[in-house]
C-alpha cells in the first residue's frame, strides 16, 4: 500500500486521487491559517518555488481539530491563504485528521510513522511538548498527529519517508526533499 491508493476533494470540492502525483516527491501538511505556526506558510512556499520544476509538491489539508485555528469554509481558507500566504501549491477539503473521524490517509500516515516527540532540544519542541503534555493530554497520548503543521514527507515512489512535527520548520527539511529528489 502506499498513498497512491488514497482519494482526497480538492479544496473546490473535485475529486483527486493522490496517484495523480506519482512520480513526485510530496510533503503533505495539515494547515490552519489562524495558528501561531502559519508562519510556516512562507516557508512551505518557498520550497514549492524552489522544487516545483523538479517535480515536488506540497499538499496542504487544512484541519480546525486544533483550538480551532481553521473555522472557515472551504472557501474562505482557500481565498485567505492565497490572499495572505501567497499560497499556490493544491490545497484540499478541510478533513480531521485524528480521531475516530480522520480521514484513511492520515490514520494510514500516522501508522506508518509513529510520534516520536518533539524535538527537545530546542526552546520550541520543549514548549511544544509541555503545552500539549499539559492542556491536552488526550491528543499527546498515541501516535496521532499533535497539532497544526504536522509533515509528512512522501517518496517519488508513494512511500512514507518521514514524519516532522509542527516544530520543524520547512527549511529544516530542503536537504532531505534534495537527496529524494536527486533519486538518493
Not at 18 to 27: H, N
Not at 74 to 91: A, D, I, Y
Not at 114 to 142: C, H, L, N, W
Request: hydrophobic share 35%.
Amino acid at each position: 500500500m502506499s498513498i497512491y491508493d488514497f482519494q482526497v476533494n480538492a479544496i473546490n470540492g473535485s475529486s483527486i486521487n493522490l496517484s495523480e502525483y506519482q512520480g513526485k516527491v510530496l510533503l503533505l501538511v495539515n494547515t490552519a491559517s489562524k495558528c501561531a505556526y502559519s508562519r510556516q506558510f512562507a516557508g512551505l512556499m518557498q520550497l514549492y518555488e524552489q522544487y516545483k520544476h523538479r517535480g515536488f509538491e506540497v499538499l496542504a489539508f487544512p484541519c480546525n481539530q486544533f483550538n480551532a485555528k481553521e473555522p472557515g469554509s472551504n472557501e474562505e481558507v482557500r481565498e485567505f491563504c492565497e490572499g495572505h500566504f501567497g499560497v499556490t501549491f493544491p490545497m484540499f477539503e478541510k478533513i480531521e485528521v485524528r480521531g475516530g473521524q480522520a480521514h484513511p490517509l492520515f490514520q494510514y500516515l500516522t501508522e506508518q510513522a509513529p510520534f516520536q516527540g518533539f524535538d527537545p532540544r530546542t526552546p520550541d519542541g520543549m514548549k511544544m511538548e509541555s503545552f500539549v503534555r499539559e492542556k491536552y493530554p488526550d491528543i499527546y497520548a498515541g501516535n496521532g498527529i499533535k497539532w497544526n503543521f504536522t509533515k509528512f514527507l512522501i517518496t517519488s515512489d508513494g512511500q512514507l519517508h518521514g514524519r516532522y512535527e509542527p516544530t520543524t520548520e520547512p527549511h529544516e527539511l530542503e536537504a532531505i526533499i534534495q537527496t529524494l529528489l536527486n533519486g538518493c
